[in-house]
């Protein structure tokens, strides 16, 4: 058992009973719906309105070497799901990006992805609020 | 420029796409009236996969995009001086965008946008999530350990010039990554730095 950080797409959160195992990272099943938000339910996997069906074999869970409690391979999730992750020993670092359906066939409409970001005083602007307008978007670094 | 074409129905909108966040992106913002967003993760402007800055996307008014990841310094404020330099034919194309719409020769046609935005394959995720762990990695103490994760962004994915710049605004160039790739980094013309800016949209 070792702390971990888990960076879930946006959240960020500490595993205390994470498991890391080389590549893949076991989580118990609160630590699962705290981390990353998905429940293991009769249905599937869920979180809220997906449900990702177990597969038979049951790849995802396995139970603590007491058996005392199940733990789930969030690694295993994500390949299946499509969603890259790397990690970080030195740091007990995860993190975790975007679900195959986000980031497979995006922009295929031509739709400009909406998104919500401060500005310096920390108020929050969308794309979506410039409806109506032409937008001319730059992106700029200081470096 | 924004305040030219405001009352043309245009709104200017920068995104500051720099995990140094406000600190790094107040000195140069100063006091434009556009709303001038910060993207400290980096994650809106990979939704666009802006791959180098500054990449200028020019969006309708039913949020569609006809423009996208042009290179090119609009405005460009010299540091010590402060006085501000205007690329006039990118000016003149936006202002025929304005005025013309949808009718505009600078508008994309599908085959053009799509060339723009390529769809994503898995080593493009992967590389984006090494990038991101390095980047938490070196702006928690622990810039050393990120090394390793941007080099592993840059292997998968060398043209995305975004991976490179960030990484070495996060650490010692010479000493992490060798004096060549500084190098590199000084001289636009030792790569494809930016795609050739291109005012065309169709044909």
């Known amino acids: 058992m070792s702390e971990a950080t888990v960076l879930y797409q946006d959240r960020e959160s500490k595993a205390s009973f994470a498991e890391p195992e080389g590549d893949e990272l076991w989580l118990t099943l609160a630590e699962l719906k705290a981390v990353s938000g998905w429940e293991l339910k009769p249905e599937g996997v869920c979180k809220d309105e997906i449900c990702v069906p177990v597969p038979d074999h049951q790849p995802w869970t396995r139970l603590t070497d007491d058996r005392s409690e199940k733990l789930f391979n969030l690694s295993q999730f994500a390949r299946h799901i499509g969603q890259p992750f790397a990690h970080d020993d030195a740091n007990a670092v995860w993190y975790f990006g975007p679900a195959g359906w986000e980031w497979k066939d995006r922009l295929a409409s031509r739709q400009a992805p909406d998104f919500a970001l401060p500005d310096l005083f920390g108020k929050m602007h969308t794309l979506s609020e410039l409806r109506g307008k032409k937008v001319f978007l730059l992106f700029w670094a200081s470096w | ?203």
């Open chain 2, 1 to 203: 420029m924004g305040e030219e074409l405001k009352g043309q129905n245009l709104e200017v909108v920068t995104v500051a796409a720099d995990a140094k966040g406000p600190d790094a992106a107040e000195a140069f913002i100063g006091t434009s009236k556009h709303p001038s967003l910060i993207d400290d993760k980096l994650q809106v402007a990979e939704m666009f996969d802006a791959r180098n800055v500054p990449a200028a996307f020019w969006i309708d008014e039913s949020g569609r995009m006809v423009r996208a990841n042009d290179p090119v310094y609009a405005q460009r404020r010299n540091r010590e001086t402060g006085e501000v330099s205007i690329n006039n034919q990118y000016l003149d194309a936006v202002r025929d965008w304005v005025v013309n719409g949808g009718r505009s020769v600078h508008v994309m046609d599908s085959e053009r946008l799509s060339s723009r935005l390529p769809a994503l394959e898995p080593d493009d995720v992967l590389a984006a999530a090494h990038f991101h762990l390095g980047t938490y990695l070196a702006l928690h103490g622990h810039a050393d350990d990120a090394v390793v994760h941007f080099k592993r962004a840059h292997a998968l994915r060398p043209e995305n010039w975004t991976y490179k710049r960030q990484a070495s605004s996060l650490g010692d160039i010479e000493r992490d990554y060798g004096a060549t790739f500084q190098e590199a980094l000084k001289d636009p013309a030792s790569g494809p730095f930016y795609p050739p800016l291109d005012l065309e949209g169709r044909g």
